[in-house]
């Protein structure tokens, strides 16, 4: 069955430190993989995606994804957190027949001063 | 542009009553979708349209009806609220399939059943 797994729940970071998210996928062939974001109240908004091609992407608000197809993984980074990045974060993933996007239970990272 | 609007925000209902959450885009985008988020479970697909007068199932459609009529709109109704229904609502579009174009999404609509 395909899946999205994010292991972590709940990550607490200090502001200026690095960041980073992980998630692994489980479907048949390599599918597009995405990162979004949630802030308090608010709908997602895309960070960054994966179709092809050089496997480290970049986004928007300095985060970039690295993916790792010998480990199944999609992972999200940032070097330096800014107290604006607190949110939750949702990794998911298409096939290029699909209609929808499978996502991940999502990690919520606080940013402590 | 207004992108994708949610109404209403927040609502409460009965077991056993019945209502319809509004979705509109003004993007013109082909497909829209409804995704209920749950702690723990991330977003999940109830129903999905590829455009005016075509809808299809996603992973929980079941009490939950939807139809488009117009690019524009696509509402969700609950038939008969139960309190397995209590979520937050998102309503999302794109132009074309979510895999080849990033989803725009609403704000939400947050249902408690009681």
């Known amino acids: 069955a395909q899946s999205v797994t994010q292991p972590d729940i709940h990550i607490t970071v200090s502001e200026g430190a690095s960041l980073e998210l992980r998630c692994n996928y489980s479907y048949g062939a390599t599918p597009y993989l995405f990162w979004y974001v949630q802030s308090p109240g608010q709908g997602l908004q895309l960070l960054l995606k994966y179709f092809s091609g050089d496997t480290l992407v970049q986004g928007i608000k300095g985060f970039e994804a690295e993916f790792k197809r010998s480990q199944s993984s999609f992972n999200l980074r940032k070097p330096s957190v800014h107290w604006s990045d607190a949110a939750e974060y949702f990794c998911a993933a298409s096939g290029s027949n699909d209609y929808k996007l499978s996502f991940g239970a999502g990690t919520t990272v606080t940013v402590r001063a | 542009n207004a992108g994708v609007t949610q109404t209403p925000k927040f609502q409460v209902l009965k077991t056993g009553q019945s209502m319809t959450l509004q979705c509109a885009q003004d993007?013109?985008?082909?497909?829209m979708s409804w995704y209920r988020q749950d702690p723990g479970m991330g977003l999940r697909l109830i129903h999905y349209s590829v455009g005016a007068g075509i809808t299809d199932q996603g992973e929980v459609p079941n009490g939950y009806n939807v139809s488009r009529s117009t690019t524009e709109d696509f509402p969700l109704r609950l038939l008969s609220a139960a309190p397995s229904q209590t979520s937050v609502y998102f309503c999302?579009?794109?132009?074309?399939?979510?895999?080849?174009?990033?989803?725009?999404f609403g704000n939400g609509t947050r249902l408690t059943v009681t």
């Open positions: 993007m013109n985008h082909e497909y």
């Open positions: 999302a579009s794109s132009w074309n399939r979510p895999y080849n174009s990033p989803l725009h």
